[in-house]
């Protein structure tokens, strides 16, 4: 026992065990580990997410109040407003807002009965801003005085709801101008994509047709806003800074408001679909453009489009579709043309007279005269007079396709015109050799070219391209660049020879006039209007369809200032008795307007006026 005691007593005490071995390793490289964790989740909620926090912090303490720019209004050439803004009551929320406390049980329902919105409608709207957004989002306009009236009521349960006034585009002359003017409506989704770069933004709204698509930078203006600090509660405490919003630009038209409702006003009463157009023939400057049917653009400056009306909108008729840019054959208002080739082309004379036949037969084909028996030997005045058809066949076929076609392209036919609606106007067709062969497969024959010598086949023309080739004669041989901005530029800058001999104008000018005295077009030959030349089109539409029917006129014959297109879509009848009476009518609106007492005042009006 003492012997075993003495020996636990010898023995060496060991030391400490802790932190023996890979221990204190482990323990360093576990630290250093938890270190650069935490810093680099320091790095990244500071660096990373720093200003996804920041924009969270700050907008729980500053909201930014934006003030919408407003839009610019638009007159016509003699300052009468055609278009403007109101100010109707909208209802605004904070994108937040749905994500609070008692909006799905009390806020959300509440407000969707008072708007008449279904709830989930609502808040798409905020999602789409993002909870982040300080702007507030407009979730409802035009609050009639009931809803005002019950969100009132209610406010002490629609916390973060606000009522403000804001600028909504209104159209005094509704349908009227609908063509022209056009229509301002918010973004669509895809439109907000391809313009958020250009400063745009959720519910903005923009120019869709019309002068309002085509000026919209000049008519949009730039936006404003405070931007506010707030408590815990969202009221304001101070304004950190403003910025004024900029109204956006006054645009004053070439449009003649007085000569726009003549023509509205005729052509509606036709209970055709159809269009006119009227412009200066010296500088291209288009006093009127009509389409019929047409629309109210005030309807799309509602919150929502109703279901009549978009039934409307989209129904067989088209009533959005401006058919003064749209292309339908021009029938024999285009033997202005084919006159022109056939005197530049040096095979006919000014003094050429023809034959005319009760049909003519060419390869085959037998083309006829639109009365049956043809009217005798005609020169060019005469020939235009009683719009023959054998006289102009003869002249095409003589002149030959390609330089028909040459002067067709010349007179402005196949491409745009310069005018300002560009995605909304038709650039028509001129059929050629190549056009045929790509179409058809087959080449052009000589029966192509007696169809397009009268206005037919596959020829396509607009209104406003009409117009401008009644202009040329009108001005001695000028090729006009239509536009509905009003400036003080001279007439040069608007228009461009296109080459033609002071013969080849004199004849068109002789026999256009004979249109009037003495041809299909005496019913404008009246004391109302100063003396006028023109020439009526009777197009055949196809089988089993009306024809569809042309008058283009311009006046005074001898130093013309207008120059007015009348087209009836499918209207039947001929160009002379349904679009003539049109033509006089906008005829008589200018002249008895702008020179009062020079033209004597029709005693009755008839039915065709």
Same mark, same amino acid.
Request: proline content about 5%; hydrophobic content about 35%; aromatic content about 8%.
């Given at each position: 026992?003492?012997?075993?005691?003495?020996?636990?007593?010898?023995?060496?005490?060991?030391?400490?065990?802790?932190?023996?071995?890979?221990?204190?390793?482990?323990?360093?490289?576990?630290?250093?580990?938890?270190?650069?964790?935490?810093?680099?989740?320091?790095?990244?909620?500071?660096?990373?997410?720093?200003?996804?926090?920041?924009?969270?912090?700050?907008?729980?303490?500053?909201?930014?109040?934006?003030?919408?720019?407003?839009?610019?209004?638009?007159?016509?050439?003699?300052?009468?407003?055609?278009?403007?803004?109101?100010?109707?009551?909208?209802?605004?929320?904070?994108?937040?807002?749905?994500?609070?406390?008692?909006?799905?049980?009390?806020?959300?329902?509440?407000?969707?009965?008072?708007?008449?919105?279904?709830?989930?409608?609502?808040?798409?709207?905020?999602?789409?801003?993002?909870?982040?957004?300080?702007?507030?989002?407009?979730?409802?306009?035009?609050?009639?005085?009931?809803?005002?009236?019950?969100?009132?009521?209610?406010?002490?349960?629609?916390?973060?709801?606000?009522?403000?006034?804001?600028?909504?585009?209104?159209?005094?002359?509704?349908?009227?101008?609908?063509?022209?003017?056009?229509?301002?409506?918010?973004?669509?989704?895809?439109?907000?994509?391809?313009?958020?770069?250009?400063?745009?933004?959720?519910?903005?709204?923009?120019?869709?047709?019309?002068?309002?698509?085509?000026?919209?930078?000049?008519?949009?203006?730039?936006?404003?806003?405070?931007?506010?600090?707030?408590?815990?509660?969202?009221?304001?405490?101070?304004?950190?800074?403003?910025?004024?919003?900029?109204?956006?630009?006054?645009?004053?038209?070439?449009?003649?408001?007085?000569?726009?409702?003549?023509?509205?006003?005729?052509?509606?009463?036709?209970?055709?679909?159809?269009?006119?157009?009227?412009?200066?023939?010296?500088?291209?400057?288009?006093?009127?453009?009509?389409?019929?049917?047409?629309?109210?653009?005030?309807?799309?400056?509602?919150?929502?489009?109703?279901?009549?009306?978009?039934?409307?909108?989209?129904?067989?008729?088209?009533?959005?579709?401006?058919?003064?840019?749209?292309?339908?054959?021009?029938?024999?208002?285009?033997?202005?043309?084919?006159?022109?080739?056939?005197?530049?082309?040096?095979?006919?004379?000014?003094?050429?007279?023809?034959?005319?036949?009760?049909?003519?037969?060419?390869?085959?084909?037998?083309?006829?005269?639109?009365?049956?028996?043809?009217?005798?030997? @005609?020169?060019?005045?005469?020939?235009? +007079?009683?719009? #023959?058809? /054998?006289?102009?066949?003869? *002249? &095409? $076929?003589?002149?030959?396709?390609?330089?028909?076609?040459?002067?067709?392209?010349?007179?402005?036919?196949?491409?745009?015109?310069?005018?300002?609606?560009?995605?909304?106007?038709?650039?028509?067709?001129?059929?050629?050799?190549?056009?045929?062969?790509?179409?058809?497969?087959?080449?052009?024959?000589?029966?192509?070219?007696?169809?397009?010598?009268?206005?037919?086949?596959?020829?396509?023309?607009?209104?406003?391209?009409?117009?401008?080739?009644?202009?040329?004669?009108?001005?001695?041989?000028?090729?006009?660049?239509?536009?509905?901005?009003?400036?003080?530029?001279?007439?040069?800058?608007?228009?461009?020879?296109?080459?033609?001999?002071?013969?080849?104008?004199?004849?068109?000018?002789?026999?256009?006039?004979?249109?009037?005295?003495?041809?299909?077009?005496?019913?404008?030959? @009246?004391?109302?209007?100063?003396?006028? +030349?023109?020439? #009526?089109? /009777?197009?055949?539409?196809? *089988? &089993? $369809?009306?024809?569809?029917?042309?008058?283009?006129?311009?006046?005074?014959?001898?130093?013309?200032?207008?120059?007015?297109?009348?087209?009836?879509?499918?209207?039947?009848?001929?160009?002379?008795?349904?679009?003539?009476?049109?033509?006089?009518?906008?005829?008589?609106?200018?002249?008895?307007?702008?020179?009062?007492?020079?033209?004597?005042?029709?005693?009755?009006?008839?039915?065709?006026?």
């Amino acid at each position: 026992m003492a012997l075993l005691e003495n020996n636990q007593l010898g023995k060496k005490k060991e030391g400490r065990t802790v932190g023996r071995g890979t221990q204190s390793i482990a323990l360093i490289i576990f630290t250093l580990v938890a270190s650069v964790a935490i810093e680099a989740r320091l790095a990244y909620l500071q660096v990373i997410q720093g200003h996804s926090f920041s924009d969270r912090a700050k907008a729980n303490r500053v909201r930014v109040i934006s003030k919408q720019p407003e839009r610019g209004n638009v007159f016509d050439r003699n300052g009468k407003l055609l278009a403007t803004t109101r100010y109707p009551r909208s209802v605004y929320l904070w994108p937040m807002a749905h994500e609070k406390a008692g909006w799905d049980e009390k806020i959300g329902p509440r407000l969707s009965k008072i708007l008449g919105i279904p709830q989930e409608e609502i808040e798409q709207k905020l999602e789409e801003a993002g909870s982040n957004s300080t702007s507030l989002v407009r979730v409802a306009r035009d609050l009639n005085e009931a809803q005002v009236t019950a969100l009132k009521e209610y406010e002490t349960e629609l916390k973060g709801v606000e009522i403000h006034t804001e600028a909504v585009r209104y159209y005094p002359h509704g349908s009227l101008m609908a063509h022209v003017i056009g229509y301002t409506r918010e973004l669509t989704p895809e439109q907000l994509k391809k313009r958020k770069d250009e400063g745009y933004r959720l519910g903005d709204v923009i120019g869709q047709m019309g002068v309002e698509k085509s000026y919209e930078k000049m008519l949009r203006g730039e936006w404003g806003g405070q931007e506010v600090e707030v408590d815990g509660a969202g009221r304001p405490q101070k304004v950190l800074g403003e910025k004024q919003a900029k109204a956006g630009n006054d645009l004053h038209l070439t449009i003649d408001l007085d000569v726009q409702m003549a023509a509205a006003k005729v052509l509606a009463a036709t209970g055709k679909r159809g269009a006119i157009v009227a412009l200066d023939p010296n500088n291209g400057a288009v006093l009127a453009m009509v389409s019929n049917p047409s629309f109210d653009p005030n309807i799309f400056s509602k919150q929502k489009v109703s279901q009549k009306d978009w039934e409307v909108l989209q129904g067989k008729e088209h009533p959005l579709v401006n058919r003064a840019l749209s292309a339908f054959p021009p029938a024999s208002t285009f033997k202005i043309i084919t006159t022109t080739a056939g005197l530049e082309s040096g095979k006919f004379s000014p003094n050429t007279v023809l034959q005319t036949f009760g049909s003519l037969t060419v390869g085959g084909v037998t083309f006829g005269e639109w009365n049956h028996a043809g009217f005798g030997p @005609l020169g060019f005045p005469g020939a235009m +007079a009683m719009s #023959s058809d /054998t006289f102009f066949y003869q *002249v &095409g $076929r003589g002149v030959g396709g390609p330089k028909l076609i040459e002067w067709t392209r010349k007179y402005g036919f196949g491409e745009r015109t310069g005018f300002e609606f560009t995605s909304e106007e038709s650039k028509g067709l001129v059929p050629d050799e190549t056009w045929k062969q790509k179409v058809f497969r087959i080449p052009w024959t000589v029966g192509d070219t007696i169809n397009m010598s009268i206005g037919q086949g596959a020829l396509q023309v607009t209104p406003l391209q009409a117009a401008i080739m009644f202009a040329i004669p009108a001005n001695g041989g000028y090729r006009i660049k239509p536009h509905l901005l009003k400036d003080h530029e001279e007439a040069k800058n608007w228009r461009t020879s296109i080459g033609m001999k002071d013969s080849t104008v004199k004849v068109l000018r002789d026999g256009l006039r004979k249109v009037i005295t003495e041809g299909t077009g005496k019913r404008l030959n @009246l004391p109302t209007i100063a003396p006028a +030349a023109g020439k #009526s089109g /009777t197009a055949e539409a196809g *089988v &089993g $369809r009306p024809n569809h029917t042309w008058f283009g006129a311009y006046a005074p014959f001898d130093k013309p200032e207008i120059v007015v297109v009348a087209f009836g879509e499918n209207s039947g009848q001929h160009g002379g008795d349904f679009c003539g009476p049109m033509a006089l009518r906008v005829l008589e609106e200018y002249f008895q307007k702008k020179y009062p007492g020079k033209y004597t005042k029709p005693e009755v009006e008839g039915a065709d006026k």
